[in-house]
T-cell receptor
Framework: DAGVIQSPRHEVTEMGQEVTLRCKPI?????LFWYRQTMMRGLELLIY????????DSGMPEDRFSAKMPNASFSTLKIQPSEPRDSAVYFC??????????FGPGTRLTVT | TQLLEQSPQFLSIQEGENLTVYCNSS?????LQWYRQEPGEGPVLLVT?????EVKKLKRLTFQFGDARKDSSLHITAAQPGDTGLYLC???????????FGTGTRLQVTL
């Protein structure tokens, strides 16, 4: 298996622009997680899905952030409009039920 | 909000030395996981401990879950440069789905 796939690996954008991060979970996994990692705040859970349904989005910082999972093999995290403080590494992870979470390589986002 | 504090934050040691990393919280967790993250990659799960007082060994790494399930430790014996990385503990309050990650310990092992 290829593991969790994220794209792009790096994104540089200007403040105010829309940013879309993409994730393909491991085939057969039914849970998907979006995390954000910064030096100041560490690794934070933003939102997670079970069977394509959002279960807990309490970690989403504000309305500028939205996440979708239209099917079992694809999810997006969108930031609109982006701000410099959104600069971070965003990770997607997937798991089967409550078992081990497998993390993708991350997307490093820089908002200037 | 359940917080997991790790200590030390940074650790730089020479090959062959032993070290211990601590993960502490005021909250009880149903299970606790330890991850290692290398630069440019996502965290990789090392171990999950579930029972209070449980000890698990993974080669030179020994993990312990506190009796009250509020804290954990990771001990590395005879550290090697390949152990270099960011070590993260993560607690699950109930279901393992929603993890709270610790503040992290950055370890560097030099020759």
């Amino acid at each position: 298996d290829a593991g969790v796939i994220q794209s792009p690996r790096h994104e540089v954008t200007e403040m105010g622009q829309e940013v879309t991060l993409r994730c393909k979970p491991i085939s057969g996994h039914n849970s998907l997680f979006w995390y954000r990692q910064t030096m100041m705040r560490g690794l934070e859970l933003l939102i997670y899905f079970n069977n394509n349904v959002p279960i807990d989005d309490s970690g989403m910082p504000e309305d500028r952030f939205s996440a979708k999972m239209p099917n079992a093999s694809f999810s997006t995290l969108k930031i609109q409009p982006s701000e410099p403080r959104d600069s971070a590494v965003y990770f997607c992870a997937s798991s089967y039920i409550d078992s081990k979470q497998y993390f993708g390589p991350g997307t490093r986002l820089t908002v200037t | 909000t359940q917080l997991l504090e790790q200590s030390p934050q940074f650790l730089s040691i020479q090959e062959g030395e032993n070290l211990t990393v601590y993960c502490n919280s005021s909250s009880v967790f149903s299970s606790l996981q330890w991850y290692r993250q290398e630069p440019g990659e996502g965290p990789v799960l090392l171990v999950t401990v579930v029972t209070g007082g449980e000890v698990k060994k993974l080669k030179r790494l020994t993990f312990q879950f506190g009796d009250a399930r509020k804290d954990s430790s990771l001990h590395i014996t005879a550290a090697q440069p390949g152990d270099t990385g960011l070590y993260l503990c993560a607690g699950a309050p109930g279901t393992a789905s929603k993890l709270t990650f610790g503040t992290g310990t950055r370890l560097q092992v030099t020759l």
